[in-house]
Nanobody, 120 residues
């Protein structure tokens, strides 16, 4: 079992920054590939970023490359997403998800999400 809890969301002005945290409970978290996704009202959930088990390989959607940074600290059972140069279109609920290396996001564990609101 893996329990994920996101935190760090809030209201920020355009151009500002936030640091999102995904805290995990479970002994197998360090073996998980972790991703961040977001969903804005009326829109489909979209991929934002992902990080492999050791933290040495990362992936970002084109819309956030150069602005967001994903990292993990397995000793703390946490994954982070640093959001910088935020834009109003970044407004969404941000979710973290964890899956096995041979799994899929559709079968992943998901957190409840944290709201990020960027004002213009």
């Amino acid at each position: 079992q893996v329990l994920l809890v996101e935190s760090g969301g809030g209201l920020v002005q355009a151009g500002g920054s936030l640091r999102l945290s995904c805290a995990a409970t479970g002994p197998t978290f360090s073996a998980s590939i972790v991703g961040w996704f977001r969903q804005a009202p009326g829109k489909e959930r979209e991929f934002v970023s992902a990080i492999n088990r050791g933290g040495g390989t990362t992936d970002y959607s084109d819309s956030v490359k150069g602005r967001f940074t994903i990292s993990r600290d397995n000793a703390e059972n946490s994954v982070y997403l640093q959001l910088s140069s935020l834009r109003p279109e970044d407004t969404a609920i941000y979710y973290c998800a964890a899956r096995t290396v041979d799994g899929t996001w559709s079968s992943a564990y998901w957190g409840q999400g944290t709201q990020v609101t960027v004002s213009s």
